[in-house]
């Protein structure tokens, strides 16, 4: 019998899918037991034991490539919605992200957001004195030296 070249690509995308589809089942219980975890790590009382649960769950952290693109993966998943600081923030620790490099990760969090609609990945709306941001499908094409943190970029540049 001669191999089927098609055959063999439908079952291998439709393995594929299955295997997303349970790679997220996976990725979202793992997020959802980090953060009930965390929670209940106040409670305990012993204070060896505590930093025993949080040294396991800081090597449970998934290491995304970084703030900017996983705020824009949130954005992107939900483009109808225009999201807050504080939302972003939620979802960011949700997801498993580790925010406890930032001194002031809301802060951070809010910079970030403003270079992203700076560069014209996302819209800023306001509503009176709440801003939020929603994603935008097609976002005009820049150089991604207006992404870089200010600290980056060279003093004589303008």
């Known amino acids: ?7 063999a690509i439908e079952d291998a995308r ?11 089942f996976i990725e ?9 975890l965390r929670s209940l790590a106040r409670t305990i009382e012993d204070e060896r034991e505590r930093e025993k649960l949080l040294a396991e769950l800081a090597q449970v952290r ?7 693109e996983t705020i824009l993966e949130c954005l992107s998943k939900s483009p109808h919605h225009a999201h807050s600081a504080v939302e ?3 979802w960011l620790e949700r997801e ?21 609609a700076k560069n014209g990945r996302a ?6 004195r709440n801003v939020t941001y929603k994603w935008r499908e097609a976002a005009p094409e820049r150089q991604d030296q207006d992404m870089l943190p200010r600290r ?3 003093r004589f540049e303008k």
């Open 62 to 68: 998934r290491k995304p490539a970084g703030l900017t």
């Open 1 to 7: 019998m001669p191999f089927d070249t098609f055959k």
């Open 123 to 128: 819209k800023i709306v306001r509503n009176g």
């Open 14 to 24: 439709k393995e594929l899918q299955q295997r997303m589809r349970e790679r997220a």
């Open 88 to 90: 972003i923030r939620d």
């Open 28 to 36: 979202n219980r793992i997020a959802d037991l980090n953060l009930a």
């Open 152 to 154: 980056h970029k060279s």
């Open 96 to 116: 498993g992200f580790d925010l406890s490099d930032y001194s002031q990760p809301l802060s951070t969090i809010s910079i970030t957001l403003g270079r992203i």
